[in-house]
């Protein structure tokens, strides 16, 4: 049984957004204040990626950690209402990161996959581990 009705959930659904995200706005800001410069959502390469470093030929994906299934992370779990629903929905949204992911190996791209609990957690020791990804040849 949820928690909401069948409207207040369709409302606080309809507010999720898939780009432009709070993580990924925060991780964008500290990457050009560091002298990054980037694009956003391409859309002619899989996967419409978050940030694309072409200097560095450099991929970042920022995943919520509920929407990729983090496994390693607290709010990366099935919902216990409609799981069934839920566990398909997200390993299908794993499935088609790994998709994306090699596709873009294949075109010659680094990926590097940063989660929304790595920027919230600890955004600085993110940067720094995320500026030597990036660097490396």
Sequence with gaps: MDIWSKQKRSEVMSKIRGENTKPEMILRSHLFRLGFRFRVHKKDLPGKPDIVLPKYQTIIFV????WHYH???REGRIPS???KFWKEKLFKNVEKDKRHTEALQELGWKV???WECEIEKNIGQTL???IVEIKKE
């Design 63 to 66: 995943h919520g950690c509920f």
């Design 71 to 73: 496994e390693d992370c």
């Design 81 to 83: 209402t409609n799981s």
């Design 112 to 114: 590097i996959v940063i």
């Design 128 to 130: 720094d581990k995320l």
